[in-house]
């Protein structure tokens, strides 16, 4: 059982490209949410999808874009890349009921120059 | 609305010594509460979770955590710290009332001496 699976697990990018930061997982979830981890600031919640065409913004959404186009997948767009983005991202699932935990990928360094 | 705040950024014990992290939380509704912990360069794993069974969950490796409502606590224990056990540990809480969202308190770094 993979579980959530993210790709690239690190990557440096130059200020202004862009990039899809890939997640997919097989436990046929219905909830997917895409997180952001800055030292001392925890876990901030990027976007959010609960099925697939249905996505929602969180904390901190700027500079990203996401689709849901099947269950299994939920990538991560960032358009124009700013050195704020350096971060380390995770993608994490859950069944629709939101009392079960969150399964967590293995996440993607990023680092924008 | 629901917050949570991890009391300490950084806790250091020696091995063998209790671990104490402490979370408090606020809720409109009865929540759920987790623990997670992250080890370097890891993704976060489920330590336990809480879900208005019995008020003293027990999870993986001997962690332990009580919920108690009256002072809207949700403290993780361990009776002996091991080496394995340094990591970051995070608390957080889902409220429930119709939104998938979690919060995540700012974690605490648990250090172990040998």
Redesign the interface.
């Known amino acids: 059982n993979a579980g959530v699976t993210q790709t690239p697990k690190f990557q440096v990018l130059k200020t202004g490209q862009s990039m899809t930061l890939q997640c997919a997982q097989d436990m046929n979830h219905e909830y997917m949410s895409w997180y952001r981890q800055d030292p001392g600031m925890g876990l901030r919640l990027i976007h959010y999808s609960v099925g697939a065409g249905i996505t929602d913004q969180g904390e901190v959404p700027n500079g990203y874009n996401v689709s849901r186009s099947t269950t299994e997948d939920f990538p991560l767009r960032l358009l124009s890349a700013a050195p704020s983005q350096t971060s380390v991202y995770f993608c994490a699932s859950m069944p629709a009921a939101g009392y079960s935990p969150l399964h967590f990928g293995n996440g993607t360094r990023l680092t924008v120059t | 609305a629901q917050s949570v705040t991890q009391l300490d950024?950084h806790v250091s014990v020696s091995e063998g010594t209790p671990v104490l992290l402490r979370c408090n939380y606020s809720s409109s509704y009865s929540p759920?509460l987790?623990w997670?912990v992250q080890h370097p360069?890891?993704?976060?794993?489920?330590l336990l979770?809480y879900?208005s069974a019995a008020t003293l969950v027990k999870g993986i490796n001997g962690f332990e955590a009580e919920f108690k409502k009256s002072e809207t606590s949700f403290h993780l224990m361990k009776p002996s710290a091991h080496m394995s056990d340094a990591a970051e540990y995070?608390c957080v809480v889902?409220s429930?009332a119709g939104?998938?969202?979690?919060t995540?308190?700012?974690?605490t770094k648990l250090s172990v001496i040998p």
């Open positions: 950024s759920s987790f997670y360069n890891k993704g976060l794993q489920l979770k879900t995070f889902y429930g939104s998938y969202q979690l995540f308190g700012k974690g």
